[in-house]
């Protein structure tokens, strides 16, 4: 088992910047692919971004790209989600996410581990 814990939510306002970390706990012997989704209010929960375990292989939805960076620290069981330029639309609840591998890392139904989620919270 392995235990998701966010941290770094927090009210911005628009234009501002954000950096939510994801520490992993349990069995983290092994390391796995990582991935932030997000649920707004009414919403599904879409993906972000993701990371390979090595770290080689990154990806991004389009609404992100350009404006937020996923990386990570394997010796620290870490992964960050650096987001510049919030936009009020990107107020949600981000949650990390783990799963053996990359591949279909834009499917919610894939990843085995969650974390509770951190509360974003972008003003206009």
């Known amino acids: 088992q392995v235990q998701l814990v966010e941290s770094g939510g927090g009210l911005v306002q628009a234009g501002g910047s954000l950096r939510l970390s994801c520490v992993a706990s349990g069995r983290t012997d092994r390391t796995y692919a990582m991935a932030w989704f997000r649920q707004a209010p009414g919403k599904e929960r879409e993906f972000v971004a993701a990371i390979s375990r090595s770290g080689s292989s990154i990806y991004y939805s389009d609404t992100v790209k350009g404006r937020f960076a996923i990386s990570r620290d394997n010796d620290k069981n870490t992964v960050w989600l650096q987001m510049n330029g919030l936009k009020p639309e990107d107020t949600a609840v981000y949650y990390c996410?783990?799963?053996?591998?990359?591949?279909?890392?834009?499917?919610?139904?894939?990843?085995?581990?969650w974390g509770q989620g951190t509360q974003v919270t972008v003003s206009s």
């Open positions: 996410a783990a799963k053996n591998d990359i591949i279909a890392y834009k499917f919610e139904r894939r990843y085995d581990y």
